[in-house]
């Protein structure tokens, strides 16, 4: 009840194309979810977080859609960049306990000229 | 201002051995948490410290992990006896509280562990 199942493990997309992660989840009770960004030897780092009051939320070329009924979650990156290409973790908590956040298992983003 | 800070950033160690890993958190932050990073997996929690309060060691692995916080600030992560299996990064973050509007974790860049 407590994974989160993320997908792909990795993924490569061309220069100015869109990139898409997605995640799933099983506790109901989870209503914070982040992105989290990690380039090599540095620790992740918050990208865009989203609750589930809304179903999308955009911040820049980043964008997450939220499908609470089928318990989904995904980022989409438009206009790719290489500077992107660093590794995405999904994350969900409660809102009000996030002390764990629990991660899923990170997918290597690698955006090519 | 200065972010979250862990040293040393690699410890090569022999099996068997102990290791002491530390944390500097942003300053008055007042949660502190630990995490593990294997190669190819996500980050497995480990330990929380909210405050004052009893931590939360739900995450520890085996009895060979523990950790402490001093003064509200620093934190240490002690692995006993160490395993190969115990090889990874080692992943420490803060944030000012754990409820409410200021639940950003903010990570430091990790101690990666090698144990030969």
């Known amino acids: 009840q407590q994974q989160v199942k993320q997908s792909p493990q990795s993924l490569i997309v061309q220069k100015g194309g869109i990139s898409i992660i997605n995640c799933a989840y099983e506790?109901?009770?989870?209503?914070?979810f982040p992105w989290y960004q990690q380039f090599p030897g540095k620790g992740p780092a918050l990208l865009i977080a989203i609750r589930p009051d809304v179903s999308e939320k955009k911040e820049g070329r980043f964008t997450i859609s939220f499908n609470k009924s089928a318990k989904q979650f995904s980022l989409h990156i438009m206009d790719s960049q290489p500077g992107d290409s660093a590794t995405y973790f999904c994350?969900?908590?409660?809102?009000?306990?996030?002390?764990?956040?629990?991660f899923g298992t990170g997918t290597r983003l690698q955006v090519f000229p | 201002g200065a972010g979250v800070s862990q040293s040393p950033s690699n410890k090569v160690t022999e099996k068997g051995k102990d290791v002491e890993l530390r944390c500097d958190p942003i300053?008055?932050?007042?949660?502190l948490y630990w995490y593990r990073q294997s190669l190819g997996q996500g980050l497995e929690f480990l330990i929380y410290f909210q405050g004052n309060s009893a931590p939360d060691k739900s995450g520890l692995p085996s009895d060979r992990f523990s950790a402490e916080r001093t003064g509200g600030s620093v934190s240490t992560l002690t692995i006993q006896r160490t395993q190969q299996e115990d090889s990874a990064v080692y992943l420490c973050a803060s944030s000012l509280e754990n409820s409410g509007l200021s639940y950003e974790q903010y990570f430091g860049p990790g101690t990666r562990l090698t144990v030969t």
């Open positions: 994350a969900a908590s409660t809102l009000y306990n996030t002390d764990k956040l629990i």
């Open positions: 506790n109901t009770a989870f209503d914070y």
């Open positions: 300053s008055g932050h007042t949660a």
